[in-house]
Nanobody
Framework: QVQLAESGGGSVRPGGSLRLSCAASGRTFSEYVVAWFRQVPGKEREYVAI???????FYLDSVKGRFTISRDNAKYAVYLDMTSLQFEDAAVYYC???????????????WGQGTQVTVAS
């Protein structure tokens, strides 16, 4: 019902900034909670940020104050603005849509293909 596609990944230096975009299709997009997750090979996928239908947001503790999630329902898009990037932020980033608004990956139904973020000096 909803299809998602991430873009904007790339390589940045420590302390740099990057904006990730999630383009959605489906007229019901505005009804979903949208989240950003990230995953490093060999590690569990973790949530990074969540934005609810009403605009309320939640963040992983380690990214608070550095990352900002936003959505533009009219453009069927969700963004993740990342600043002060650190080596630990390097991962494949995914956007996901669901109904419950929890930090659990299993609670999200629709997923994008992922976009790679690399942090290197």
């Amino acid at each position: 019902q909803v299809q998602l596609a991430e873009s904007g990944g790339g390589s940045v230096r420590p302390g740099g900034s990057l904006r990730l975009s999630c383009a959605a299709s489906g007229r019901t997009f505005s009804e979903y909670v949208v989240a950003w997750f990230r995953q490093v090979p060999g590690k569990e996928r973790e949530y990074v940020a969540i934005i609810r239908r009403n605009g309320g947001t939640f963040y992983l503790d380690s990214v608070k104050g550095r990352f900002t999630i936003s959505r533009d329902n009219a453009k069927y898009a969700v963004y993740l603005d990342m600043t002060s990037l650190q080596f630990e932020d390097a991962a494949v980033y995914y956007c996901a849509a669901g109904r419950s608004g929890t930090p659990l990956a299993d609670d999200y139904v629709f997923w994008g293909q992922g976009t790679q973020v690399t942090v290197a000096s």
